[in-house]
């Protein structure tokens, strides 16, 4: 697969929206290519962010924190690649005040000027990333257009690196539907076409797998026949075929306990205490299933049931000593226990000192609140959940997935081709 070239093949993940799938793809895609298939090594495969948006704050090799791309701190730390610094794997950061900075300073004086610092910036990166690797995986940033303010947006980064000798192969990620799709996914196509971007394969992602034969055959059909006709004259690149498939994976989209509490500690009224135990981080990363609310009015046996986390009344003592033995029991029975318990109504402060101390000697995640039942439901149900660097169980998942349900057609040669006129 590694073409005659002075740089390594290159896949470039772009989405056609936030949250659509692009990280997932990264993860699914280098697993698959571990796979002895493909024979690639961790050590052979480099991942890079060319512009972030999301930071995390980490400290780099001299000692400084830095701000770095949430998505390249997740990547490197999942997948445990060997890393090169984060600043060589999240070069530009887009943050607040960049944008109108960029505009102002570009109105002033020349934008392309600044357009080349950037780029720069990536060049040299990229370089030190690509260094003795048969294979770079670069993940884009937002939608397309996402990086436009300063003439970096995905389509510009592409054809710089194309520009300077990279064979890169480039891959869009959209969701799966059928009209919703072709609709998502048209707008940028032109787009790209219109600045010179080829894109060369198409992955559609978060399929319902009942729905993946109709999906897959009006798909296809779509950019293998109606499309070339009804637009084929009008662009410039050839129309990339779709490469994938991919299922949808419910698990992907619940929350841990821990991100729970992590998202609950940002914020100030939530009063929220960690009670147990003691090793919570590493307690709290299954997955919940379920939230369920349980009181006096309701039995709670045949309603609960293994991966569930349960909201308590913090005065409801007996309901919480209750849930503290349903959990050893499921445990027992069927492997899995209860994904962590919250009680609610902390600052009523009802929690007897007995039941406290069965919960600390057991190893059943559980936080306090000042809210409400009604508001911890509310507040968990709105939780943008996001694949976090603990969540191992989602990287197996994501990876089992890939190397089961997706073949993976990709023609990388194609990636050493020139982009058309
Ligand atoms: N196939 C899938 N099935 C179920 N959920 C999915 C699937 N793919 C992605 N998700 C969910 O969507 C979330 C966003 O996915 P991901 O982080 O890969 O998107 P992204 O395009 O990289 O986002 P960003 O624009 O922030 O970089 C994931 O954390 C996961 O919860
Ligand atoms: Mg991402």
């Not at 991919?246 to 698990?251: A, D, I, L, Q, R």
Request: charged share 20%; glycine share 10%.
């Amino acid at each position: 697969m590694d073409t005659h070239n002075a740089f390594p093949t290159t896949i470039y993940i772009l989405g056609t929206d936030r949250d659509i799938g692009k990280t997932v793809t990264c993860i699914g895609i280098m697993a698959k290519l571990l796979t002895p298939e493909y024979g690639y090594a961790k050590e052979d495969i480099a991942y890079m962010k060319p512009v972030g948006q999301e930071t995390l704050t980490v400290v780099n090799g001299a000692g400084a924190s830095i701000q770095v791309d949430k998505d390249a701190v997740l990547i490197t730390s999942l997948l445990e690649l060997p890393t090169y610094g984060y600043d060589q794997i999240s070069p530009v950061v887009w943050q607040g005040g960049l944008t109108s900075r960029c505009i102002d300073d570009g109105a002033k004086g020349d934008p392309v000027a600044i357009q080349q610092a950037f780029m720069e910036r990536i060049w040299a990166s990229f370089l030190q990333v690509s260094q003795g690797k048969r294979l770079v995986i670069l993940e884009g940033t937002g939608q397309p257009g996402v990086g436009s303010v300063a003439g970096i947006s995905n389509g510009d980064v592409i054809n710089m690196l194309r520009a300077r000798g990279v064979p890169v192969y480039v891959i869009m990620v959209s969701e799966g539907g059928i009209g919703s799709t072709i609709d998502q996914i048209f707008p940028y196509l032109m787009a790209l076409d219109h600045i010179g971007t080829r894109v060369d394969g198409l992955l559609i992602n978060g399929v319902l797998v009942d729905k993946l034969d109709k999906i897959r055959h009006y798909l296809t059909t779509y950019y293998e026949h109606n499309m070339p006709v009804l637009y084929g004259e009008r662009l410039k690149q050839p129309l990339p075929p779709i490469v994938g498939f991919v299922p949808t994976v419910p698990e992907l989209r619940y929350p841990t306990l821990r991100l729970i509490a992590e998202t609950f500690a940002t914020q100030p009224d939530s009063g929220i205490e960690v009670i147990a135990p003691e090793d919570f981080e590493a307690a709290a990363c299954q997955l919940v299933h379920n939230l369920k609310v349980i009181n006096l009015v309701y039995g709670y046996e045949p309603y609960v049931n293994p991966g569930d986390a349960v909201v308590v009344g913090v005065n409801a003592n007996d309901i919480t000593l209750a849930m503290l033995l349903l959990h050893k029991r499921l445990i027992r029975r069927k492997g899995v226990g209860l994904a962590g318990l919250i009680l609610s109504c902390k600052s009523a402060g009802g929690l007897s000192p007995q039941v406290r101390d069965l919960l600390a000697d057991e190893n059943l995640p559980t936080i306090a609140v000042n809210y409400d039942s009604a508001d911890v439901i509310m507040r968990v149900d709105n939780l943008r959940v996001k694949i976090q660097p603990y969540d191992l169980i989602k990287r197996d998942l994501i990876i089992q997935t890939f190397r089961e349900h997706l073949v993976l057609n990709l023609d990388l040669a194609k990636a050493a081709a020139p982009a058309r006129g």
